[in-house]
């Protein structure tokens, strides 16, 4: 079992930065693969960005590709979402997810954190 706890949610002015941390709890963090979803209020769950065990390889949706920036710190099992630039277009909860193995894929994540809002104001 992986807890997953998400922070740095908040309400952020457009052009502001943010950086969304996932504290994970458990089973050795860096035997899994790591990620962020995010649900935008009306619409469906969708993926943003996955990293790799090690931290070695990166996976983002077209959607925010140059946009996010997903890394990792296996020494503090935790996880981290960086966007700057933000816009409106970004409200949403954003969770972390966590699955076994290495393969930063867009789909198939078994464990999820409760999420944290994220309000960007125009």
């Known amino acids: 079992q992986v807890q997953l706890v998400e922070s740095g949610g908040g309400l952020v002015q457009a052009g502001g930065s943010l950086r969304l941390s996932c504290a994970a709890s458990?089973?050795?963090?860096?035997?899994?693969?790591m990620g962020w979803f995010r649900q935008a209020p009306g619409k469906e769950r969708e993926f943003v960005a996955a990293?790799?065990?090690?931290?070695?390889?990166?996976n983002y949706a077209d959607s925010v590709k140059g946009r996010f920036t997903i890394s990792r710190d296996n020494a503090k099992n935790t996880v981290y979402l960086q966007r700057n630039n933000l816009d409106p277009d970004d409200t949403a909860v954003y969770y972390c997810?966590?699955?076994?193995?290495?393969?930063?894929?867009?789909?198939?994540?078994?464990?999820w954190g409760q999420g944290t809002q994220v309000t960007v104001s125009s």
């Open positions: 997810v966590a699955k076994d193995g290495s393969a930063p894929l867009p789909s198939g994540y078994t464990y």
């Open positions: 458990g089973r050795t963090f860096s035997s899994y693969a």
């Open positions: 990293i790799s065990m090690s931290g070695g390889v990166t």
